[in-house]
Antibody, heavy 121, light 108 residues
Framework: EVQLLESGGDLVQPGGSLRLSCAAS????????MHWVRQAPGKGLEWVSA????????YYADSVKGRFTISRDNSRNTLYLQMNTLGADDTALYYC??????????????WGQGNLVTVSS | SYVLAQPPSVSVAPGQTARITCGGN??????VHWYQEKPGQAPVLVVYDDSDRPSGIPERFSGSNSGNTATLTISRVEAGDEADYYC???????????FGGGTKLTVL
């Protein structure tokens, strides 16, 4: 059974940093691209970032490019999102999601339960 | 950047057919995917590659895509289908995943 478990969400002050993790199990982690998707309170889904199975290519939404860094450790079956210079607009539930592709980006066939990041003073 | 437009809300009586549209420039040339999100739960993939269903998704859920509009069709709507529905594409020109704004399906 595919499982994705996010962690690392917290209350952080504006301008601060946070690192999210997503522990994957139930599939061969390196064989799938992975994504972060977020949802602000009462808002729709917003794609944040993606990384190919090998980690060789990364993609970012314009709203986070230059502030967020996606990475993965295939030996630990773990996906990461390093978030810097956080602002109130980054407050959201952050989902880790699996892509059925390895090198291409397609869609999300499995989702974690989400991890809350709150940016507030 | 590529934009997907969905109606904010759709209402339908139980047993009837719900159609949720997703508009985008030449969307017919892209693969469209659809997600169902219920309150307090993670989104669930209900249709991928325009019209394919993941295992476990009822045949009542179907999709189509042509021209500038993709459509998610839910036949014989049930109360349990009440949820937010999102369309999604990969825009290769910008290397971005794009979501529609979401449609709230209300079962009357």
């Amino acid at each position: 059974e595919v499982q994705l478990l996010e962690s690392g969400g917290d209350l952080v002050q504006p301008g601060g940093s946070l690192r999210l993790s997503c522990a994957a199990s139930g599939f061969t982690f390196r064989n799938n691209a992975m994504h972060w998707v977020r949802q602000a309170p009462g808002k729709g889904l917003e794609w944040v970032s993606a990384i190919t199975g090998s980690g060789g290519r990364t993609y970012y939404a314009d709203s986070v490019k230059g502030r967020f860094t996606i990475s993965r450790d295939n030996s630990r079956n773990t996906l990461y999102l390093q978030m810097n210079t956080l602002g109130a607009d980054d407050t959201a539930l952050y989902y880790c999601a699996r892509d059925p592709g390895v090198t291409g980006i397609y869609y999300f066939d499995y989702w974690g339960q989400g991890n809350l990041v709150t940016v507030s003073s | 950047s590529y934009v997907l437009a969905q109606p904010p809300s759709v209402s339908v009586a139980p047993g009837q057919t719900a159609r949720i549209t997703c508009g985008g420039n030449s969307i017919g040339s892209k693969s469209v995917h659809w997600y169902q999100e219920k309150p307090g739960q993670a989104p669930v993939l209900v249709v991928y590659d325009d019209s394919d269903r993941p295992s476990g998704i009822p045949e009542r859920f179907s999709g189509s895509n042509s021209g500038n509009t993709a459509t998610l069709t839910i036949s014989r709507v049930e109360a349990g289908d009440e949820a937010d529905y999102y369309c999604q594409v990969w825009d290769s020109s910008s290397d971005h995943v794009v979501f529609g704004g979401g449609t709230k399906l209300t079962v009357l």
